[in-house]
């Protein structure tokens, strides 16, 4: 089966959305980077973007199989990508699975940020450039780490 797919901008259609599936293997920070240029190449910006590194990204999708059927997909940053689904059936596994073959077609798009790890007071710099991706961390203060709590989690 053949699947379109399309990116969204409407959060409510994430619904009851919920983690499903791992967005492919990601062994480190390096591959997760990577699999978010290569989002960024396949559907620009994503729907919601944050330096929460527990929550810095996610993107909504509508998968549409040759037949007419669709699901609506969330693939998310959550340190390593993930991919949910409030349909989790049969369907949405092979249109995650497909979605995930489709985006990995992509050249990564060259983008840097800087996301916080408030779990570890880490600030988690991100930079892919020519399909390299590089990673630094630096440790910041405890207050910088509660001034960011209050922006993320109040």
């Known amino acids: 089966m053949k699947y379109t797919f399309e990116s969204l901008q409407d959060e409510n259609l994430m619904g009851g959305s919920s983690y499903f599936m791992d967005f492919g293997e990601m062994k480190s920070q390096e591959d997760a980077a ?11 910006q994503p729907e919601y973007t944050s330096e929460n590194y527990e929550n810095s990204f996610n993107y909504i999708i509508r998968a549409t199989a040759d037949n007419g059927e669709s699901v609506i997909l969330t ?15 049969d369907f ?9 073959e489709y985006v990995n077609a992509f050249a990564p798009a060259d983008y840097s940020r800087t996301v916080y790890y408030l ?9 892919v450039k020519g399909g390299k991706a590089t990673i630094s961390q630096s440790q910041i203060s405890q207050e910088k780490a509660n001034e960011l709590f209050d922006k993320f989690y109040k």
Do not use: C, P, R, T
């Not at 990577?34 to 620009?44: D, Q």
């Not at 949405?92 to 995930?100: G, H, N, P, R, V």
């Open 34 to 44: 990577i699999a978010e240029g290569k989002l960024l190449s396949a559907f620009g």
């Open 75 to 89: 693939v998310y940053g959550m340190g390593v990508v993930h991919i949910g689904a409030e349909q989790q059936n």
């Open 92 to 100: 949405a596994q092979k249109a995650a699975s497909a979605l995930i």
């Open 119 to 127: 779990d570890f007071n880490m600030q988690i710099d991100i930079q």
